[in-house]
T-cell receptor, first 114, second 109 residues
Protein backbone atom coordinates (compact mmCIF):
# COMPACT_ATOMS: atom_id res chain seq x y z
CA UNK A 1 0.00 0.00 0.00
CA UNK A 2 1.57 3.23 -1.14
CA UNK A 3 1.73 6.11 1.26
CA UNK A 4 2.93 7.19 4.66
CA UNK A 5 2.29 5.40 7.93
CA UNK A 6 2.73 6.80 11.42
CA UNK A 7 2.81 5.09 14.79
CA UNK A 8 1.39 5.26 17.33
CA UNK A 9 -2.01 6.69 16.39
CA UNK A 10 -2.29 8.30 19.78
CA UNK A 11 -0.34 8.33 23.01
CA UNK A 12 -0.65 9.71 26.52
CA UNK A 13 2.75 10.37 28.03
CA UNK A 14 3.98 11.47 31.44
CA UNK A 15 6.11 14.60 31.47
CA UNK A 16 9.81 13.84 31.48
CA UNK A 17 9.47 10.59 29.54
CA UNK A 18 11.23 9.90 26.26
CA UNK A 19 9.08 9.17 23.22
CA UNK A 20 9.76 8.30 19.58
CA UNK A 21 7.14 8.86 16.92
CA UNK A 22 7.63 6.63 13.90
CA UNK A 23 7.11 7.55 10.26
CA UNK A 24 7.60 5.29 7.23
CA UNK A 25 6.93 5.99 3.57
CA UNK A 26 7.06 3.60 0.63
CA UNK A 27 6.94 6.12 -2.20
CA UNK A 28 10.75 6.43 -2.41
CA UNK A 29 10.42 10.15 -1.75
CA UNK A 30 13.67 11.95 -1.04
CA UNK A 31 12.34 14.65 1.28
CA UNK A 32 10.51 14.12 4.58
CA UNK A 33 9.09 16.50 7.16
CA UNK A 34 7.69 16.61 10.67
CA UNK A 35 4.97 19.13 11.55
CA UNK A 36 2.93 19.84 14.63
CA UNK A 37 -0.64 21.13 14.41
CA UNK A 38 -2.20 23.06 17.28
CA UNK A 39 -5.68 24.54 17.48
CA UNK A 40 -5.81 28.02 15.97
CA UNK A 41 -2.33 27.78 14.51
CA UNK A 42 -1.08 26.68 11.14
CA UNK A 43 1.07 23.62 10.70
CA UNK A 44 4.55 24.35 12.02
CA UNK A 45 7.66 22.64 10.71
CA UNK A 46 9.75 20.90 13.39
CA UNK A 47 12.49 19.20 11.37
CA UNK A 48 13.01 18.13 7.79
CA UNK A 49 15.28 15.92 5.74
CA UNK A 50 16.08 16.64 2.10
CA UNK A 51 17.61 13.23 1.53
CA UNK A 52 18.76 10.19 3.48
CA UNK A 53 21.63 11.06 5.81
CA UNK A 54 20.78 14.76 6.11
CA UNK A 55 18.45 16.66 8.45
CA UNK A 56 17.60 20.30 9.12
CA UNK A 57 15.81 22.41 11.70
CA UNK A 58 12.44 23.95 11.00
CA UNK A 59 10.52 26.68 12.78
CA UNK A 60 10.07 24.91 16.16
CA UNK A 61 12.90 22.36 16.65
CA UNK A 62 13.58 22.78 20.38
CA UNK A 63 12.94 19.63 22.41
CA UNK A 64 12.85 17.40 19.31
CA UNK A 65 15.42 15.40 17.37
CA UNK A 66 15.27 13.38 14.16
CA UNK A 67 17.38 10.94 12.19
CA UNK A 68 17.27 9.75 8.58
CA UNK A 69 19.26 6.54 8.31
CA UNK A 70 17.49 5.44 5.12
CA UNK A 71 15.02 6.75 2.55
CA UNK A 72 11.90 5.23 4.08
CA UNK A 73 12.07 6.07 7.79
CA UNK A 74 12.11 9.40 9.61
CA UNK A 75 11.55 9.02 13.37
CA UNK A 76 10.93 12.00 15.65
CA UNK A 77 12.17 11.80 19.25
CA UNK A 78 11.09 13.83 22.25
CA UNK A 79 13.98 13.43 24.69
CA UNK A 80 12.09 14.63 27.77
CA UNK A 81 8.45 15.44 27.04
CA UNK A 82 6.80 18.59 28.39
CA UNK A 83 3.07 19.52 28.43
CA UNK A 84 3.59 22.17 25.71
CA UNK A 85 4.45 19.34 23.33
CA UNK A 86 0.85 18.15 23.49
CA UNK A 87 -0.20 18.34 19.86
CA UNK A 88 -1.06 16.41 16.72
CA UNK A 89 2.08 15.44 14.84
CA UNK A 90 2.09 14.91 11.09
CA UNK A 91 4.83 13.36 9.02
CA UNK A 92 4.95 14.30 5.33
CA UNK A 93 7.06 13.52 2.30
CA UNK A 94 7.71 14.92 -1.16
CA UNK A 95 9.55 13.59 -4.19
CA UNK A 96 12.27 16.21 -3.94
CA UNK A 97 13.13 19.35 -2.03
CA UNK A 98 14.25 22.66 -3.45
CA UNK A 99 11.38 22.73 -5.90
CA UNK A 100 7.68 23.23 -5.30
CA UNK A 101 6.83 19.56 -4.92
CA UNK A 102 3.55 18.50 -3.36
CA UNK A 103 3.84 17.21 0.17
CA UNK A 104 1.87 14.09 1.13
CA UNK A 105 0.86 13.57 4.73
CA UNK A 106 0.61 10.61 7.07
CA UNK A 107 -2.48 10.10 9.26
CA UNK A 108 -0.96 11.82 12.29
CA UNK A 109 -0.14 10.98 15.90
CA UNK A 110 -2.15 12.61 18.66
CA UNK A 111 0.17 13.11 21.64
CA UNK A 112 -0.89 14.22 25.11
CA UNK A 113 1.79 15.04 27.68
CA UNK A 114 0.57 15.20 31.27
CA UNK B 1 7.94 38.20 9.58
CA UNK B 2 6.04 35.73 7.49
CA UNK B 3 2.27 35.70 7.68
CA UNK B 4 -0.63 33.86 6.06
CA UNK B 5 -4.16 35.12 6.77
CA UNK B 6 -7.41 33.33 6.07
CA UNK B 7 -10.85 33.50 7.72
CA UNK B 8 -11.30 31.23 10.71
CA UNK B 9 -14.72 29.90 9.75
CA UNK B 10 -17.26 30.16 6.94
CA UNK B 11 -20.76 28.77 6.47
CA UNK B 12 -22.41 27.96 3.14
CA UNK B 13 -25.42 26.09 1.83
CA UNK B 14 -25.38 22.79 -0.02
CA UNK B 15 -25.40 23.40 -3.80
CA UNK B 16 -24.09 26.95 -3.48
CA UNK B 17 -20.69 28.50 -4.25
CA UNK B 18 -18.16 29.65 -1.65
CA UNK B 19 -14.90 31.58 -1.97
CA UNK B 20 -12.18 31.19 0.68
CA UNK B 21 -9.60 33.97 0.64
CA UNK B 22 -5.95 33.85 1.62
CA UNK B 23 -3.51 36.75 1.87
CA UNK B 24 0.18 36.30 2.46
CA UNK B 25 3.42 38.08 3.27
CA UNK B 26 6.44 35.83 2.97
CA UNK B 27 10.16 36.01 2.33
CA UNK B 28 10.17 34.90 -1.27
CA UNK B 29 7.51 33.04 -3.20
CA UNK B 30 7.73 29.66 -4.88
CA UNK B 31 4.06 28.91 -5.19
CA UNK B 32 0.87 28.64 -3.19
CA UNK B 33 -0.84 25.42 -2.17
CA UNK B 34 -4.36 24.64 -1.01
CA UNK B 35 -5.03 21.56 1.10
CA UNK B 36 -8.26 20.07 2.44
CA UNK B 37 -8.35 18.59 5.93
CA UNK B 38 -11.36 16.70 7.29
CA UNK B 39 -11.66 16.63 11.07
CA UNK B 40 -9.28 14.13 12.61
CA UNK B 41 -7.59 13.37 9.30
CA UNK B 42 -4.46 14.35 7.40
CA UNK B 43 -4.30 17.30 5.00
CA UNK B 44 -4.73 16.29 1.36
CA UNK B 45 -3.51 18.27 -1.65
CA UNK B 46 -6.06 20.27 -3.67
CA UNK B 47 -4.19 22.74 -5.87
CA UNK B 48 -0.98 24.57 -6.63
CA UNK B 49 -0.57 28.04 -8.19
CA UNK B 50 2.73 29.67 -9.11
CA UNK B 51 1.61 31.99 -11.92
CA UNK B 52 -1.12 34.62 -11.77
CA UNK B 53 -4.55 33.50 -12.82
CA UNK B 54 -7.17 30.86 -12.31
CA UNK B 55 -6.58 27.11 -12.19
CA UNK B 56 -9.72 25.01 -12.53
CA UNK B 57 -10.02 21.42 -11.41
CA UNK B 58 -13.56 20.09 -11.44
CA UNK B 59 -15.70 21.77 -8.81
CA UNK B 60 -12.65 23.46 -7.29
CA UNK B 61 -10.75 26.45 -8.70
CA UNK B 62 -7.85 28.40 -7.27
CA UNK B 63 -6.78 31.94 -8.15
CA UNK B 64 -3.50 33.74 -7.54
CA UNK B 65 -2.40 37.37 -7.71
CA UNK B 66 1.29 37.62 -6.79
CA UNK B 67 1.34 41.43 -6.92
CA UNK B 68 -1.46 41.58 -4.33
CA UNK B 69 -0.23 38.65 -2.21
CA UNK B 70 -3.66 37.12 -2.58
CA UNK B 71 -5.28 33.84 -3.46
CA UNK B 72 -8.72 32.32 -3.24
CA UNK B 73 -10.18 28.84 -3.42
CA UNK B 74 -13.57 28.64 -5.12
CA UNK B 75 -15.80 25.67 -4.42
CA UNK B 76 -18.86 25.18 -6.64
CA UNK B 77 -21.92 22.97 -6.26
CA UNK B 78 -21.15 22.44 -2.60
CA UNK B 79 -21.73 18.99 -1.16
CA UNK B 80 -21.98 17.97 2.47
CA UNK B 81 -18.67 16.11 2.13
CA UNK B 82 -16.97 19.47 1.44
CA UNK B 83 -17.36 20.28 5.14
CA UNK B 84 -13.70 20.47 6.17
CA UNK B 85 -10.89 22.87 6.92
CA UNK B 86 -9.09 24.41 3.97
CA UNK B 87 -5.43 25.24 4.47
CA UNK B 88 -3.51 27.84 2.48
CA UNK B 89 0.29 27.43 2.37
CA UNK B 90 3.02 29.43 0.64
CA UNK B 91 6.40 28.01 -0.31
CA UNK B 92 9.03 30.56 0.67
CA UNK B 93 12.49 31.30 -0.72
CA UNK B 94 13.93 28.32 1.23
CA UNK B 95 11.32 26.00 -0.32
CA UNK B 96 9.66 25.55 3.06
CA UNK B 97 5.88 25.74 3.39
CA UNK B 98 4.43 28.51 5.55
CA UNK B 99 0.90 27.57 6.60
CA UNK B 100 -2.20 29.56 7.42
CA UNK B 101 -4.31 28.46 10.40
CA UNK B 102 -7.00 27.14 8.07
CA UNK B 103 -10.62 28.01 7.30
CA UNK B 104 -13.28 25.72 8.72
CA UNK B 105 -16.07 25.43 6.16
CA UNK B 106 -19.49 24.38 7.45
CA UNK B 107 -22.04 23.23 4.86
CA UNK B 108 -25.70 23.41 5.79
CA UNK B 109 -28.47 21.50 3.98
Amino acid sequence: IAGITQAPTSQILAAGRRMTLRCTQDMRHNAMYWYRQDLGLGLRLIHYSNTAGTTGKGEVPDGYSVSRANTDDFPLTLASAVPSQTSVYFCASSQTSGVADTQYFGPGTRLTVL
Amino acid sequence: GQNIDQPTEMTATEGAIVQINCTYQTSGFNGLFWYQQHAGEAPTFLSYNVLDGLEEKGRFSSFLSRSKGYSYLLLKELQMKDSASYLCAVMDSNYQLIWGAGTKLIIKP
